[in-house]
């Protein structure tokens, strides 16, 4: 057994892990980076990148067809082949050999296969090699989709975001279990393909984390689009006709639903119990995730620190990217400070219309004891918006804490809207009064001015 030893060792080379690893290279640390799959992980491959590849043509079209002088230009639907081509050029075939290059630059030893912790700072890999980390050992392995415990689920071969975000053909028939942000935006994208689409959502809403509003304006265009949503339902079982026939899902009611494919997308899985925390006499948390204290360190192990997924904070590739500054900034010594965390983390949901919400919901912050009131307005309901097509649907509402005269939660929604979200963000997490946010002046004709009106709204 080859024994090697680096000053920090990082377990898992998804978004988080590189930019831990890439931080505390570029600081003169000797890293190593184990990656058992692919370096840039599920974010990369089988998450983000390929399904915002797969909605946006879809989303390009609709948005052309609001457009007087752009809709008489278009005919015909989305090119299924062509859509397909460049996810496969997004995901690069998933080869992560362009990946590779920031890697050696930075000096870092890049080691193929899973990590197990054996004991203090010492993470066995399953090739035999040994690493000691003389400073830390930091974990970034990702999550991977939940399988709920359904009867005959497991037997019938269900797509999870890995399969549905890297299909080469466009199935006939698709049910979803699952009406949150992947399984929202994995309907309307196989959907725009071809796909006849239903939604299996347990709870009353989609969306359920995000604002009434937002629920309402997605489950919408749901139906114009064709896509059947079924909220309030329970699958009890799980049956499929041989490997590969069609699938079917029995509900609670005793109702039952067939389908080419069955797409589940309810919740995430940590795999904790791969990692060897029993040699150091850790446990996972009630909710299976790694408990860490604000510098995301592992609490009575100064050594061990725990990023994005495994935590379970905010499972959000920014978050999980923003952890991983904090963390390795603390490793290094550095002053660190946590400001925005867990439900209140910026958030998009790329459906059309989009959802981009930071900060508490009006019901969230009232649940939190603050005074809060909400003001809102018509995310088009000014002259830059309508350049995206009169009538488009989007809200764009600001939690206001009425005691401190500060934005503690946003959500905007509507076309093409996730970049606003920043705007939003730097409001709440840089606490600016609203008597300095009335001086941010929006430039004129843009769908910003929502700001000037979301202020008006608010008394100034």
């Not at 896509?227 to 339902?233: E, I, K, N």
Request: glycine share 12%; net charge negative.
């Amino acid at each position: 057994m080859s024994s090697q030893e680096h000053d920090v060792i990082v377990l898992g080379a998804g978004p988080a892990g590189e930019v831990a690893a890439g931080r505390l290279a570029d600081a003169g640390l000797q890293v190593a980076l184990v990656e058992k799959h692919l370096v840039g992980g599920e974010c990369s491959f089988y998450g983000c990148m390929p399904s915002k590849g797969l909605l946006r043509p879809g989303q390009a079209l609709a948005e052309a067809r609001r457009i007087p002088g752009a809709a008489e230009a278009v005919s015909g639907s989305v090119d299924a082949a062509a859509v397909l081509a460049r996810r496969d050029e997004i995901v690069h075939g998933l080869d992560d050999g362009e990946q590779l290059p920031w890697v050696q630059d930075k000096g870092i030893a890049l080691v193929r296969g899973t990590g197990r912790l054996d004991g203090e700072r010492t993470v066995v890999v399953d090739d035999g090699t040994r690493l000691i980390a003389r400073r830390a050992v930091l974990v970034a392995v990702g999550s991977r989709a939940a399988m709920p415990p359904i009867e005959g689920l497991a037997d019938a071969v269900p797509w999870t975001n890995r399969e549905i975000t890297n299909a080469h053909e466009v199935p006939a028939s698709l049910l979803v279990i699952g009406g949150g942000p992947i399984g929202t935006e994995m309907a309307q994208a196989w959907r725009s393909l071809g796909s006849e689409v239903t939604i299996l959502e347990g709870s009353e809403r989609l969306l359920v984390k995000e604002e009434p509003f937002a629920s309402e304006q997605v489950q919408d265009a749901m139906a114009e689009l064709g896509v059947s949503v079924r909220t309030g339902v329970k699958v009890a079982r799980v049956e499929r006709d041989g490997t590969s026939g069609p699938v079917t899902v029995e509900l609670g009611t005793g109702e039952r639903l067939t389908a080419a494919e069955l797409v589940v997308a309810a919740g995430r899985h940590v795999p904790l119990e791969e990692l060897g925390l029993e040699t150091i006499g850790v446990a996972p948390d009630d909710h299976g995730h790694l408990a860490v204290d604000d510098t995301m360190r592992v609490p009575g192990h100064d050594w061990l620190f725990a990023v994005g997924d495994a935590n379970g904070r905010a499972l959000l590739t920014h978050m999980g990217k923003y952890q991983a500054r904090l963390a390795a900034d603390e490793i290094l010594g550095k002053p660190t400070e946590l400001l925005i965390d867990r439900g209140r983390s910026p958030r998009v949901t790329f459906t059309e219309p989009q959802v981009a919400a930071v900060g508490y919901t009006l019901a969230g912050a009232l649940d939190a004891g603050i005074r809060a009131r909400a003001v809102e307005v018509g995310t088009s309901a000014n002259a830059g918006g309508s350049f995206y097509g009169r009538g488009a649907v989007g809200t764009a509402r600001l939690v206001i804490d009425e005691d401190r005269g500060l934005v503690v939660g946003a959500t905007i929604t509507g076309a093409e809207i996730a970049d606003f979200l920043q705007a939003a963000t730097i409001a709440v997490v840089g606490e600016v009064p609203l008597t300095r946010l009335w001086h941010a002046v929006p430039v004129f004709p843009t769908r910003s001015e929502l700001w000037l009106q979301l202020l008006e709204k608010a008394g100034f």
